[in-house]
């Protein structure tokens, strides 16, 4: 990942035409920085406490904390040779010492999670999601915060409110979060402080904050400019932001951001994913091209050009039976995606074991990683509709082979709980598969399968912990843990509905 640094906050969005477009404005004439490689999964940005090995934020939005249901609570779960831990671990939420505010119910601390560093000061830093909070009076106006990483990891008492400057009821601030170097913090000087910044979704209204270089305050500051859900909206509809992901699509020194989101109106819920292309200023940010399906998104070089590549998994109104996956190629140069798909997947494609059905969500979650060490990125896919047997619901995980093509209908396996080496059974509803994270927790080179059911024991939520090998993914040796194992509260915990990717 290409990482930014730590300072005062202030946020800028992008230039849009009144009919929608978006306005790619002149680009800085100060010195381009080198091109940047791929960064959509061979460079993580989570590495909290800076010991060279990715760390793992999870999501427990239902949480009852300290008498307050769905308050919620993140985990964080430091990684080493080892690999994951479960002793080596924090657990944070609005009751902790020195986090801005106080649980209250339905906040959803940890709705949403992401990475990166802000302040480039080598440590990763995370950001937290409440779409529920409440501020000025206002219901689900949504708020963030930000937990700066040390050689200790993440601390309440290092943390940092974030906010949008336009409060409305319901807009759910902080319902999705991606950081990455979209644009310099400044634009005379581009190639100084190569700092994250941080995309913050809205239900209608997407929004971009960097922390300022030099100052010693981290308080954010939002400036009125913002790109609001009705400029990417098909005639005729309204639409509703739901996810992100970011790549280098183009081969330039930025990062690309996606952004997915379904239709609302007479005609709700079809998925439409927007690119935007990074660029030295913000309000050069450019027109990266727009593609069918969603709303799940995620990034990867999957064609080894140097150059990140796009997969939608479609799940919306208007995908096929089941759900399907359709993969983008980078071309290569300056111009981005190709706008055609190089390759569609669903259940009924040669070498995927089952078959398409009505509410499996096929796509509905996706993770990127090399699970058998070959060079060439793997594709989780995951499926938390899927019926097992008679048990409704009780989700799946699919794993893609990367080849130089894009995916290989060779060597494709599936994941559930009916496996005799998965821990547990299938129940109605578990949702297993409902998030999913490759991960190379002890940096060998491959990469293992955090498989979230955040529908187990009704609720509660569980991750399964399946190993890599240079075969892929194995059931045997598969491991399981939920909150209380570290150290947190459990019942209706919907722990591992999010999982940073």
């Not at 409305?168 to 402080?193: C, K, M, S, T, V």
């Not at 859900?229 to 330039?252: I, K, M, Q, V, W």
């Not at 989780?380 to 290989?408: C, Q, Y």
Request: aromatic fraction near 8%.
């Amino acid at each position: 990942m290409h990482h930014l640094g730590r300072a005062a906050v202030t946020t800028a969005a992008l230039i849009t035409l009144a009919g929608g477009a978006v306005v790619a404005a002149p680009a800085s004439q100060a010195a381009v920085p080198v091109p940047f490689p791929s960064i959509g999964w061979q460079q993580r940005n989570c590495d909290f406490d800076g010991n060279g090995f990715d760390d793992v934020l999870t999501g427990a939005p239902g949480a009852t904390v300290s008498g307050a249901s769905g308050a919620g609570y993140v985990t964080v779960q430091y990684s080493s040779s080892g690999g994951l831990s479960t002793t080596k671990k924090s657990v944070l939420h609005q009751n902790v010492s020195g986090v801005p505010g106080g649980v209250e119910t339905g906040d959803r601390f940890g709705g949403a999670v992401a990475s990166g560093d802000l302040d480039n000061d080598g440590y990763d830093d995370a950001v937290v999601g409440i779409p529920g909070e409440d501020l000025a009076g206002l219901p689900d106006t949504g708020g963030a915060v930000v937990f700066w990483g040390s050689p200790t990891g993440l601390h309440g008492s290092d943390s940092t409110w974030l906010e949008s400057g336009d409060l409305r009821a319901g807009a759910h601030f902080g319902r999705a979060l991606e950081a990455a170097r979209y644009y310099a913090p400044d634009p005379a000087d581009p190639n100084a402080d190569p700092r994250d910044s941080l995309a913050v979704l809205e239900d209608d209204a997407l929004l971009f904050f960097t922390l300022t270089p030099g100052q010693a305050a981290r308080r954010p500051a939002l400036s009125e400019h913002r790109v609001r859900a009705s400029d990417f909206a098909p005639a005729g509809t309204g639409f509703e932001f739901r996810g992100l992901t970011h790549g280098n699509y183009n081969e330039d020194s930025w990062s690309d951001l996606a952004v997915s989101g379904v239709t609302t109106g007479s005609e709700p819920g079809v998925g439409t994913v927007h690119v935007l292309h990074g660029a030295p200023d913000v309000a050069g940010l450019g027109d990266g091209g727009t593609f069918p399906g969603g709303p799940a998104v995620v990034s990867g070089d999957w064609d080894g050009t140097g150059q990140d590549d796009l997969v939608v998994g479609d799940t919306s109104a208007g995908a096929p039976k089941g759900g399907g996956i359709t993969l983008y190629l980078g071309r290569g140069d300056l111009s981005g995606l190709e706008p055609e798909p190089a390759q569609y997947w669903t259940q009924d494609s040669p070498g995927v074991p089952g078959t398409a059905e009505a509410g499996d969500q096929w796509g509905a979650e996706l993770s990127a990683g090399d699970t058998d060490g070959d060079g060439h990125p793997d594709l989780a896919v995951g499926a938390p509709g899927e019926d097992i047997g008679t048990v409704p619901d009780a989700g799946a995980v699919w794993v893609l082979r990367g080849d130089p093509t894009g995916f290989s209908d060779v060597g494709v396996k599936s994941f559930d709980q009916q496996l005799a080496d998965i821990p547990g059974v299938a129940e109605k509803s578990d949702r297993w598969g409902g998030q999913v994270r490759l991960v190379d927790a002890n940096k060998d080179g491959l990469f293992g399968l955090l498989a979230a059911a955040p529908g187990e024991n009704t609720d509660d939520g569980f991750i399964w912990v399946l190993p890599a090998s240079s075969s892929g993914l194995l059931a045997r040796g598969t491991w399981t843990y939920d909150g209380a194992r570290l150290g947190a509260p459990t019942a209706n915990a919907l722990f591992g509905a999010a999982i940073d990717e």
